[in-house]
């Protein structure tokens, strides 16, 4: 995955919980474990990167038409079948793992419609 790719993952991890203004502990502790598996090669410190990934996120969230514009801005740097297959898989794995809801299904479609190369 190219440090493009990660950030872009790593917003999207970011943006998930905001569909049903909910993060459960466990959902917290399979970002942290995501963002830490996926490593960071940049100058960038991660930890300003997340800080200013939670804002873009927040802002992102406030309208349904907001938030699919970021997901599919996000999606844009998966360009083949198998960086957009990890990065759902990703998202994927840390929204659902408590139980998915309607919103969080709904926020997983627009996710999958981004990635049109999931199917």
Not at 61 to 79: G, L, P, R, W
């Amino acid at each position: 995955m190219t440090q493009k790719q990660r950030e872009a993952l790593f917003d999207l991890i970011n943006l998930a919980p905001y569909s049903d203004s909910h993060l459960s502990l466990m959902e917290e502790n399979l970002a942290e474990s995501a963002f830490i598996a996926e490593g960071w090669e940049s100058e960038h410190p991660k930890n300003l990167f997340l800080e200013q990934s939670l804002a873009r996120a927040r802002e992102a969230a406030e309208t349904d038409e907001a938030m699919a514009a970021y997901i599919k801005k996000c999606a844009t740097v998966f360009t083949d079948h198998e960086s957009q297959t990890e990065a759902y898989g990703v998202v994927k794995g840390v929204i659902s793992r408590d139980g998915l809801n309607d919103t969080e299904s709904a926020f997983l479609e627009k996710l999958k419609i981004a990635f049109p190369k999931v199917g």
